[in-house]
Structure formats: C-alpha cells, structure tokens
C-alpha cells in the first residue's frame, strides 16, 4: 500500500502499521472493534472507506490521542468547505508550490493552535465544522513530510510574523514552527519588510502549483471565499507578480533574522 496514493491509502497503512506494532492479526482487531475480520481486511487494503467510529475504536485500540480520527477525517474532503476541495486535490499533485500572504501565516505551515484561532474566526461556524476543518488543515501539511514531497516557496508579509494571533504563547510557537520548518531541504521562506516599497501582492494572498516545472493550477484569495483555477492566462499573471513580490523580499537567511527577531520581541 503506497501511503501518499490517497489518503484513504494512508490511513490503510497507518491502520495495518499499528496493528502489526501491536501485534494482532486482523481477525484478533476485528473482535476487539466489533466488526467483521473481512471490513478490517477491506479497509487495510483501502477497497472500503472507514467510518468515523471505526477510526475512533482504532484510537481506543491502539491506545492513541485521535491519531486514526484525524486520519479518517482527510479521507472526507467532502466535508471541506466547497470552495476549497478543488484547490485540494490540485495540491496533492503539485512538485513545486509558491505561495505569497500578506496577512497570515500560510495555511500549510500553520500551527493547530494558530489554524484554530484563523478558522474560529468565520461566521457562524460551529464547534463540529471548526474541528472538520481544523483536521483537514493539519492533514494537508502531511504532503510536506512525504517522500516525494513537494518544493514549497513561501514569501509573506512582514506584518504576518509581527501581527499577533491568539496571544504570545500562540504566536511564539508559531513563529519557532516556521523557524523549524525552514530548515526542511525543500522549504524556503522569504520576508517582505516594511521597509519595501507598495507592491502588486497587497490586493491578496495566493498559491500556484506547479509540476514537472510546469504551472497548471492555482489558488487566489478572495471575499467572501477564495477560488481555484486553471486558466493559462490567469496563472501567467500570477507568476508575474509572484515574481515581482519576491523582488521585495529579502534573501532567506536574512528572513529568518527577522523572525527570530520577532521571537525576541515577543519574549521581551
């Protein structure tokens, strides 16, 4: 089973990977969960869905913290918000992906803490629909530790690493993430400073997918809610000004300076 296939094949791996660990045979797993040994067999080869109390049990089971729950929750992409699902699976097939925000920290290198304070924030949302999204957040991050993991290029705002979110303790532990983050072979991440002068990226955040060195997608910031397209045309502009908001940005090492800087300040 190829884990980054799909994520329901990576919650087939994980499911098979924690028994074998805790040495039980399906049949042994089926009586302790309460189900068939052929549904265990099913799901560990990915050929039937797993249901949110399956995953559950599986947690119980193997005595772990919502591990298997929030794997169960990435196989329902269907539950992510709809103006976002398409823009999720062109993510999934990306080799290179540059994202610029100039508000907030990018969602693929978010914290859960910080993702939760962005995402409580929308209008009327409920305790359930926060923690749906807030598990589909954290399991996108799972195609940066992948072993063909895509490049990520991210270029943010100054204001993104000085603006707090949720309190210190929040943002401290965000901005040590992205510290931590940076170190990953494939990750870059670039500052625009205050000190830049007005530029073509203040209108809004967005995201371009590139593969095989080729850009074919992209996601773009909107109000109420962002959109994803494929347009040749649209995406040609896109990168123009990606590359353009980078002119503005400060070189890598000097970046993370500035948010070690910031960690500073908050510390202060």
């Known amino acids: 089973m190829d884990p ?4 329901r094949a990576l919650f087939a791996f994980e499911l098979r990977r924690y028994r074998e660990a805790a040495n039980m045979s399906q049949r042994q797993l089926a009586r302790r969960l309460g189900y068939s040994d052929s549904m265990v067999n099913m799901i560990e080869r990915a050929k039937r869905p797993p249901s949110k109390q399956f995953a559950e049990l599986c947690d119980r089971a193997f005595s772990l913290e919502g ?3 929030r ?6 992409w269907h539950k992510a918000p709809e103006y976002l699902r398409p823009w999720l699976e062109e993510e999934e097939d990306a080799t290179a992906l540059r994202n610029w925000e100039p508000m907030v920290v990018p969602g693929l290198l978010q914290t859960r803490a910080y993702a939760r304070e962005i995402l409580a ?3 009327g949302i409920t305790d359930d629909e926060l923690e749906e999204r807030l598990t589909n957040r954290m399991q996108r991050q799972t195609l940066l530790h992948r072993d063909r993991a895509p490049a990520l290029h991210v ?19 965000q901005l040590g993430h992205l510290l931590e983050i940076a170190q990953h072979p494939l990750v870059t ?5 205050y000190t830049a002068r007005p530029h073509c990226g203040l209108m809004g955040g967005f995201i371009i997918a590139e593969r095989s060195g080729s850009s074919y997608a992209a996601y773009a910031d909107a109000q109420p809610v962002g959109r994803t397209f494929d347009d040749r045309g649209l995406i040609s502009d896109l990168i123009r000004k990606y590359d353009a908001i980078r002119a503005e940005a400060v070189p890598f090492k000097q970046s993370l300076r500035l948010i070690e800087e910031a960690v500073i300040r908050i510390d202060a």
């Open 4 to 7: 980054h296939e799909s994520p």
């Open 67 to 69: 591990t298997m729950l």
């Open 71 to 76: 794997l169960y929750m990435a196989t329902t």
């Open 121 to 123: 924030t929308w209008p």
């Open 155 to 173: 270029i943010i705002d100054e204001d993104v690493i000085r603006h707090p979110i949720g309190g210190t303790e929040i943002m401290r532990e």
């Open 189 to 193: 991440i670039q500052i625009v400073p």
